[in-house]
């Protein structure tokens, strides 16, 4: 996550929330080509996506804020798909919950 006052990121959700949160600002505004780039970094293969599902992982050993990975991930996927009408945007948001599901099991 980018931190705007001192022009640094800051990893504490371990899964690039800004890049999906703001996909839908970007089409909006006409970012047409910072879109385009965005999705491709979304959907390549890497370490927490490694069959590039557009959906990353969060670690498990690591502290993760389920509520938080919810509504920057999930929401950015989604609201991006309402404004674009991609589909993989769609199943990315869907497994990008089911990915998180087990952190309600008992």
Do not use: M
Request: glycine share 8%; hydrophobic share 45%.
């Amino acid at each position: 996550d980018l931190r705007p006052t001192s022009n640094r990121g800051r990893q504490w959700l371990w899964s690039r929330a800004t890049l999906y949160d703001s996909l839908d600002s970007l089409l909006v505004t006409g970012l047409d080509a910072d879109y385009a780039s965005a999705i491709v970094a979304i959907f390549t293969p890497n370490i927490r996506d490694p069959l590039g599902r557009g959906a990353p992982e969060p670690p498990f050993y690591r502290p993760v804020s389920v509520f938080e990975y919810h509504i920057r991930v999930v929401e950015g996927l989604l609201g991006a798909f309402e404004v674009s009408g991609d589909r993989r945007l769609l199943h990315a948001a869907a497994h990008a919950a089911d990915v998180v599901l087990g952190s309600f099991a008992f």
